[in-house]
């Protein structure tokens, strides 16, 4: 077989692979018992959903349409980390002076004190919401995007105990081996013993 003929054969795998893996993420998502968070050995129903970083666009599309579409069963509630630590850089008023301070001071200098300025609880409070109701999802998002200025593991460590009564679900772009993140199975993005993995 020619190599070409192998590339092709070897994408079309790869792509029934993740359209398989969607459509059951979203039987999960009508399941009673995943709705309900019943059956779990921890209090908190945390969610990791992995996938190669080669199909962001397509899972980001997926999901895009699931929350414009809407469901009977489920209502999934995103939250995109990155478009929440734009919100908090501009309420603290210190996003149009990133660029200026990563020009002058360098990317390390600028990494320490965002992190110094953002806590993961400052995120947490832009992701309340309530009352939560009987089938919604809190679809976390845009991991990738705010890495390294936030860690997965910090998100989650801080709203397990404010999501206990509904599922929270991460989108991840890597893996998850129940023990330790892998962003895009390249960083060591933090333990967390806590989730359980979606597939």
């Given at each position: 077989m020619h190599l070409l003929h192998l590339i092709v054969l070897f994408e079309g795998i790869a792509m029934n692979h993740i359209i398989y893996q969607l459509n059951e993420v979203t039987k999960r998502f009508s399941d009673e018992v995943f709705l309900s968070n019943h059956g779990l050995s921890n209090e908190v129903g945390i969610h990791v959903f992995c996938y190669d970083p080669k199909e962001e666009m397509r899972v980001s599309s997926f999901f895009s349409d699931l929350i414009q579409t809407g469901n009977q069963s489920f209502h999934l509630k995103e939250c995109d980390l990155y478009r929440i630590?734009?919100?908090?850089?501009?309420?603290?008023?210190?996003?149009?002076?990133?660029?200026?301070?990563?020009?002058?001071?360098?990317?390390?200098?600028?990494?320490?004190?965002?992190?110094?300025?953002?806590?993961?609880?400052?995120?947490?409070?832009?992701?309340?919401?309530?009352?939560?109701?009987?089938?919604?999802?809190?679809?976390?998002?845009?991991?990738?995007?705010?890495?390294?200025?936030?860690?997965?593991?910090?998100?989650?460590?801080?709203?397990?105990?404010?999501f206990s009564d509904i599922p929270v679900v991460l989108l991840y772009p890597g893996t998850y081996n129940g023990q330790e993140l892998s962003l895009f199975d390249e960083f060591q993005d933090g333990n967390y013993y806590r989730a359980f993995n979606m597939i």
């Amino acid at each position: 077989m020619h190599l070409l003929h192998l590339i092709v054969l070897f994408e079309g795998i790869a792509m029934n692979h993740i359209i398989y893996q969607l459509n059951e993420v979203t039987k999960r998502f009508s399941d009673e018992v995943f709705l309900s968070n019943h059956g779990l050995s921890n209090e908190v129903g945390i969610h990791v959903f992995c996938y190669d970083p080669k199909e962001e666009m397509r899972v980001s599309s997926f999901f895009s349409d699931l929350i414009q579409t809407g469901n009977q069963s489920f209502h999934l509630k995103e939250c995109d980390l990155y478009r929440i630590f734009l919100q908090i850089c501009e309420e603290k008023r210190i996003l149009k002076s990133i660029p200026s301070m990563e020009k002058k001071k360098g990317s390390e200098y600028l990494l320490k004190q965002l992190q110094k300025a953002i806590s993961p609880e400052d995120f947490v409070k832009k992701m309340q919401y309530a009352p939560h109701e009987h089938g919604d999802i809190l679809l976390i998002t845009g991991v990738g995007k705010v890495y390294p200025f936030m860690r997965s593991h910090n998100i989650l460590d801080n709203l397990q105990h404010i999501f206990s009564d509904i599922p929270v679900v991460l989108l991840y772009p890597g893996t998850y081996n129940g023990q330790e993140l892998s962003l895009f199975d390249e960083f060591q993005d933090g333990n967390y013993y806590r989730a359980f993995n979606m597939i």
